[in-house]
């Protein structure tokens, strides 16, 4: 099992599998996916799609539970990168971290996948967003930790604060806000700044809500 490093690198960095047929194999899966749903996608479907063979789709996903996780590390290394662009121009991490919250859940209700998964084939994806989660978890946790370490090591953020603990506290709020949206909490834009302000900015200063 690769570790929480592996996990990460390989999601920021593409790691070993980012060559072009993996990449296509994923293309071809994403697209079956939204069309007809990963349970009626079968692996020749996606050889059909991608153009390539049986026998490659199968060396590089041994299974269909393999090219759904695939699919689904690729789509969060791709979220990663639009919440970089999102927030760079940011100048503080109290403004990255507001504005990042925000863009979170925007991106997750208009993830197109991730919303037929949740409905569609709730089946499918449960697994993979509950007991099966911890690999895209902990890429999310090293993802923001490693924010947190460099905003401290420039004096932007406590000393004193563990990044891994407040990343993980962060990490399982926004994913429990993804998974079951309605409630007291507000998710359009501003709402979602107003509360990151109100109650989540205290957490990376080591006090409570202000």
């Given at each position: 099992?690769?570790?929480?490093?592996?996990?990460?690198?390989?999601?920021?960095?593409?790691?070993?599998?980012?060559?072009?047929?993996?990449?296509?194999?994923?293309?071809?899966?994403?697209?079956?996916?939204?069309t007809?749903?990963?349970?009626r996608t079968?692996?020749?479907?996606?050889?059909?799609?991608?153009?390539?063979?049986?026998?490659?789709?199968?060396?590089?996903?041994?299974?269909?539970?393999?090219?759904?996780?695939?699919?689904?590390?690729?789509?969060?290394?791709?979220?990663?990168?639009e919440?970089?662009?999102?927030?760079a121009?940011?100048?503080t991490?109290e403004?990255?971290?507001?504005?990042?919250?925000?863009?979170?859940?925007?991106?997750?209700?208009?993830?197109?996948?991730?919303?037929?998964?949740?409905?569609?084939?709730?089946?499918?994806?449960?697994?993979?967003s509950?007991?099966?989660?911890?690999?895209?978890?902990?890429?999310?946790?090293?993802?923001?930790?490693?924010?947190?370490?460099?905003?401290?090591?420039?004096?932007?953020?406590?000393?004193?604060v563990?990044?891994?603990?407040?990343?993980?506290?962060?990490v399982?709020?926004?994913?429990?806000?993804?998974?079951?949206?309605?409630?007291?909490?507000?998710?359009?834009?501003?709402?979602?700044?107003?509360f990151?302000?109100?109650?989540?900015?205290?957490?990376?200063?080591?006090?409570?809500?202000?």
């Amino acid at each position: 099992m690769k570790s929480d490093d592996e996990l990460l690198r390989s999601l920021l960095t593409g790691g070993p599998e980012n060559e072009p047929q993996t990449d296509r194999i994923l293309d071809a899966a994403l697209r079956s996916f939204e069309t007809y749903g990963p349970r009626r996608t079968t692996m020749d479907d996606v050889a059909r799609e991608s153009g390539l063979g049986r026998a490659t789709i199968y060396r590089r996903f041994p299974t269909k539970g393999d090219l759904v996780t695939g699919v689904l590390l690729r789509e969060a290394r791709r979220f990663f990168a639009e919440l970089d662009d999102a927030v760079a121009a940011l100048s503080t991490l109290e403004e990255r971290l507001v504005e990042g919250f925000a863009v979170t859940l925007r991106i997750s209700r208009e993830q197109r996948l991730l919303s037929r998964l949740m409905v569609v084939e709730p089946e499918l994806f449960l697994p993979h967003s509950t007991i099966k989660a911890g690999p895209l978890l902990a890429a999310a946790r090293g993802y923001l930790a490693g924010r947190l370490r460099t905003a401290q090591r420039l004096g932007a953020a406590p000393a004193g604060v563990d990044p891994e603990v407040v990343a993980e506290i962060l990490v399982r709020l926004t994913h429990s806000l993804v998974l079951t949206p309605e409630g007291h909490i507000p998710l359009d834009d501003e709402g979602a700044r107003t509360f990151a302000r109100h109650y989540l900015l205290p957490i990376i200063r080591g006090g409570g809500p202000g």
